[in-house]
C-alpha cells in the first residue's frame, strides 16, 4: 500500500472516507478522514484507531509495516467512535498490546467497546519510552470529551492533537503544503465552530500548556498534517478561542409566504447603510454547519420567521436548537418575523437565545405583509442594530 511516511520509522496509517456526508449533524461535503498513526522502535505504539468500518483499512496498512501482532502499546488519544471505533477488532490482531489511556478515558472505553484490555491509565506530563523514541501525554480535558488527550513525540517534535486543529476535508495528499491551503483553512474553522466552539475559553490554556514545545509537525485526527502552516493555524486557534468578536452581522430566517423574507431583506439594506458586513441565509437553502462557522467570529445576529401554529417555523426550531447547544456567548442578537392573527414566533425564537448565552436586543415584529412604511421600519431596524454591532466592536481607547 501506499506508505505515508511523517519521519523515519512514523507512519499515517488511518482512513480516508470520501463519501460521509453527515457527521452527527455537520454537514462533510468534502468527507472526512480518520486518522490513525504508527512508530515503529524498539517498542512499537499505535495511536488511535479508525471508526469501526474501516478497520480492515487499518490493518492491512499496519501490516504492510509491520505484523500488528508485534504492537506493543495501543494509545487512545481519544475513545469516540470516529477515533476509536476499531479497538475491539484491532485488539484481535494485538491481544499483547498495553492500551495507553486515561483514567476517564479507560471508563468510558470500557462503557463503549467492552474487552479486558490490559489498559495503561496515564496521568498529565507521563512518559513512555519506546526506545529510541519517548512519549509524553498531555490530556486536554474537555477539548471535547472529558477523556480527550494529546500525545507529543519529543524527538521528532510530533505534536499527536486528537481533534485539536482537525479539518473534515479528504484530500489525496496528507500534508498541509501538499493540497490547497484555502480550502483547508475554512473546513479548520467550519470545525472549530462546530465541533469546539462550546468549549472555546479552554483553547488559549490548552495551546499554552505546549507552548514551550518544540513543535515541528502537528499530526491531528481529522484532515490534514500541519508542517508548513503550524504557526498560522496555532495563531486561527487562539483567535478563535479568545472570541473577540468581528465587526461582521449573520442573519439567517424562514419564510412562508414572503413577509418574513421582505422583511429580511429590507433589514440587510439598512445594515448594508451602517457600512456592516453581513451574510444572509434562507435556512431552506442553507446548510446549518457553514451558518454556524460564520456565527463563531460574527458580533451580531439577527433571527427571522414568521409564526406559524403559535411558534416558529421548524427550520428555525431546528437552527436554534443547533445553535444553543454550540453556545455563541456574547454576542449580541434580535428576532425578527411576520405573524397573522396571532404571534408567537419572535417569543419563541428570544427564549432560544437567551439560552444559548447571546445579549438578546429588541426585535421587530409585524402583522401580515409589511406595507411600505414597514419595509422603512424594518430597514432602520437593521441600520440600528448595526450601529449597535459598531460600537461593540469599536476599540477601547
Known amino acids: 500500500m501506499n506508505r505515508v511516511e511523517l519521519a523515519k520509522g512514523i507512519y499515517h496509517v488511518g482512513a480516508v472516507d470520501w463519501n460521509v456526508r453527515d457527521f452527527h449533524g455537520y454537514s462533510t461535503p468534502r468527507g472526512v478522514t480518520y486518522n ?28 504492510d509495516i509491520v505484523d500488528p501482532a508485534k504492537i506493543d502499546y ?48 496515564v496521568k498529565d506530563k507521563d512518559t513512555l519510552s519506546l526506545g529510541k523514541h519517548e512519549l509524553e501525554f498531555i490530556p486536554i480535558t474537555m477539548l471535547h470529551w ?28 496528507r500534508f498541509d503544503d501538499e493540497v490547497y491551503m484555502p480550502d483547508v483553512y475554512y473546513e479548520a474553522e467550519k470545525y472549530f465552530a462546530n465541533i469546539l466552539m462550546p ?69 440587510l439594506e439598512g445594515i448594508n447603510k451602517a457600512g456592516v458586513p453581513a451574510t444572509f441565509y434562507r435556512l431552506s437553502a442553507s446548510d446549518r454547519s457553514h451558518i454556524m462557522s460564520e456565527v463563531l467570529m460574527a458580533a451580531g445576529l439577527l433571527v427571522g420567521s414568521p409564526t406559524l401554529n403559535n411558534g416558529m417555523m421548524p427550520a428555525v426550531g431546528d437552527m436554534l436548537t443547533y445553535l444553543k447547544g454550540l453556545r455563541p456567548a456574547g454576542k449580541l442578537a434580535a428576532a425578527f418575523g411576520s405573524y397573522g392573527w396571532s404571534g408567537g414566533a419572535q417569543k419563541d425564537i428570544e427564549e432560544m437565545l437567551t439560552k444559548s448565552g447571546v445579549v438578546l436586543e429588541e426585535g421587530l415584529n409585524l402583522d401580515w405583509t409589511p406595507s411600505a412604511e414597514e419595509i422603512e421600519k424594518a430597514e432602520a431596524f437593521g441600520y440600528a442594530f448595526a450601529l449597535k454591532v459598531k460600537a461593540k466592536c469599536a476599540p477601547v481607547e
Open 36 to 63: 490513525a498513526y504508527l512508530i515503529v522502535d524498539e517498542k512499537i505504539a499505535l495511536i488511535d484507531t479508525v471508526k469501526a468500518p474501516f478497520a480492515g483499512e487499518l490493518l492491512d496498512r499496519i501490516r
Open 146 to 173: 472529558p477523556d480527550s488527550m494529546t500525545t507529543y513525540l519529543k524527538s521528532e517534535g510530533i505534536y499527536f492533537s486528537n481533534d485539536a486543529f482537525g479539518q473534515h476535508i479528504c484530500t489525496a495528499k
Open 199 to 267: 468549549y472555546a475559553r479552554l483553547i488559549g490554556r490548552a495551546i499554552g500548556r505546549v507552548a514551550g514545545y518544540d513543535i515541528k509537525m502537528i499530526a491531528p485526527s481529522h484532515g490534514v498534517i500541519w508542517r508548513s502552516h503550524i504557526g498560522d493555524i496555532i495563531a486561527r486557534y487562539l483567535a478563535w478561542g479568545a472570541g473577540k468578536p468581528e465587526e461582521r452581522i449573520v442573519l439567517f430566517y424562514e419564510t412562508m409566504w414572503g413577509g418574513t423574507e421582505r422583511m429580511a431583506r429590507a433589514i
Open 74 to 121: 495501543v494509545i487512545v488519544n481519544h475513545v469516540e467512535n470516529d477515533h476509536c471505533g476499531a479497538l475491539p477488532e484491532v485488539m484481535k490482531h494485538c491481544p499483547a498490546a498495553k492500551v495507553v489511556i486515561t483514567e476517564k478515558g479507560r471508563q468510558e472505553a470500557a462503557k463503549l467497546y467492552g474487552g479486558d484490555y490490559d489498559y495503561m491509565v
